[in-house]
């Protein structure tokens, strides 16, 4: 992580969506060691990481927030701490619009 993060960085437009794909394993994980404080703690760090290159390019990262977002929550219920459900359902509505955009009509 530590070398994504430098990467990441120095050159944000390039990098900055690999940590969340490693943080996004690094919580599997943590939960797998039975961690859930830590895994949550990761997968959030994951969403801050993804977020603006996917309000940028949402095509391109869907599907990556989409599994981010599904264990960002399952993993705060498993915490008992709370969820912050407005950043997420604004994520799912983009998700939602991209998803009616590629359906045919």
């Given at each position: 992580?530590?070398?994504?993060?430098?990467?990441?960085?120095?050159?944000?437009?390039?990098?900055?969506?690999?940590?969340?794909?490693?943080?996004?394993?690094?919580?599997?994980?943590?939960?797998?060691?039975?961690?859930?404080?830590?895994?949550?703690?990761?997968?959030?760090?994951?969403?801050?990481?993804?977020?603006?290159?996917?309000?940028?390019?949402?095509a391109a990262?869907?599907?990556?927030?989409?599994?981010?977002?599904?264990?960002?929550?399952?993993?705060?219920?498993?915490?008992?701490?709370?969820?912050?459900?407005?950043?997420?359902?604004?994520?799912?509505?983009?998700?939602?619009?991209?998803?009616?955009?590629?359906?045919?009509?």
């Amino acid at each position: 992580m530590e070398i994504r993060r430098s990467l990441a960085s120095s050159r944000p437009d390039a990098f900055l969506p690999d940590p969340a794909r490693s943080l996004s394993v690094l919580h599997d994980r943590l939960v797998e060691v039975d961690r859930p404080t830590a895994a949550l703690a990761a997968i959030w760090e994951a969403l801050d990481h993804l977020e603006p290159f996917f309000r940028g390019h949402p095509a391109a990262f869907a599907s990556l927030i989409s599994v981010i977002v599904q264990r960002t929550e399952q993993t705060a219920e498993a915490c008992g701490e709370p969820v912050d459900h407005a950043r997420l359902e604004a994520i799912r509505e983009i998700l939602q619009q991209l998803e009616s955009r590629e359906l045919p009509e």
